[in-house]
């Protein structure tokens, strides 16, 4: 299955679904990631909130993934974001946790502290609780960092907290293969 984007800027329509990524979906997703890194030499690290590390997990799943992938984050609170991630507080502040800013923000900060090529965070509301009307249960925000800049995509799943969470480590791991296959072009 392959996880539609919900397009390139974060002025685009969100991606609504109810379907999650069965396990071998996302497997395929992960080894589809290892062969790209591999094949472009490139390493990967991962700032994870809602997802509480589901993307670090999936990568190394992979036999090999420690050829490239360098180690995650879990910034569930808002401390860890500013303390690990180098997410400043006035971006916090300005947008909540749950925002493009901050995942941008994620991404960056841990590329930077890691030293790698790519970064991915996922920021959102897993539900079943937490939502309000601006952020509603299964809201995400997905974002990639590297040399060439950041990308962040939103999306909204209607699924439960399990599926929300599948659903939003298949689209970060689609957005690092977007990101990787750009990079080849």
């Keep these: 299955m392959a996880v539609p984007a919900a397009g390139r800027t974060r002025d685009d329509p969100t991606t609504l679904t109810d379907v999650s990524p069965t396990d071998e979906e996302l497997l395929d997703l992960a080894e ?3 062969a790209s890194c591999r094949a472009e ?3 990967l ?3 994870e909130s809602c997802t509480g590390g589901l993307v670090a997990h999936l990568i190394t799943e992979v036999p090999g993934s420690s050829e490239y992938f360098l180690g995650g ?4 609170s808002n401390e860890v974001k500013t303390a690990l991630a180098d ?6 502040d300005a947008h909540g946790a749950v925002s493009a800013q901050v995942a941008v923000a994620m ?10 090529d790519v970064a991915v965070a996922v920021t959102g509301v897993a539900g079943p609780d937490g939502g309000t009307d601006a952020k509603p249960v299964g809201l995400t925000y997905v974002a990639v960092a590297d040399a060439a800049g950041d990308d962040v995509r939103r999306h ?3 699924e439960d907290r399990s599926g929300n969470k599948r659903s939003s480590a298949a689209a970060a791991l689609s957005l690092v ?6 990079a080849e072009s």
Excluded at 107 to 116: K, Q, S
Excluded at 177 to 182: D, Q, T
């Design 41 to 43: 030499r490139r390493t």
């Design 177 to 182: 293969l977007e990101r990787l296959a750009a």
């Design 73 to 76: 984050l879990v910034t569930y």
């Design 156 to 158: 909204v799943w209607a």
């Design 32 to 34: 589809r990631v290892g």
């Design 87 to 92: 997410v400043q507080p006035s971006v916090l």
């Design 107 to 116: 991404a960056e900060g841990v590329r930077r502290r890691l030293g790698v």
């Design 45 to 47: 690290a991962t700032a």
